[in-house]
């Protein structure tokens, strides 16, 4: 995965994983299927992922909190 910088940040992936789908904005999908998303991606590169509370009510940050847990 290609890495740009971003001001005094450390290097951010090319491509972000966009919150919304995994905090069910554009339609339903499994806790399970959204987990599995943020492993696919930080495992292809993703370092940069869009959250914002109002993805379901905090459901993408709970996605995301369960996927990197530990670490």
């Not at 966009?18 to 292809?44: L, M, Q, S």
Request: aromatic share 8%.
């Amino acid at each position: 995965m290609r890495q740009n910088s971003f001001g005094k940040l450390w290097p951010v992936s090319a491509l972000t994983l966009g919150g919304g789908g995994i905090g069910n904005v554009w339609g339903d999908t499994t806790f399970d299927e959204c987990v599995a998303t943020v492993h696919e991606a930080v495992a292809a590169g993703i370092n940069l992922i869009d959250l914002a509370p109002s993805y379901g009510d905090g459901r993408a940050e709970r996605v995301v909190g369960e996927a990197l847990g530990g670490r």
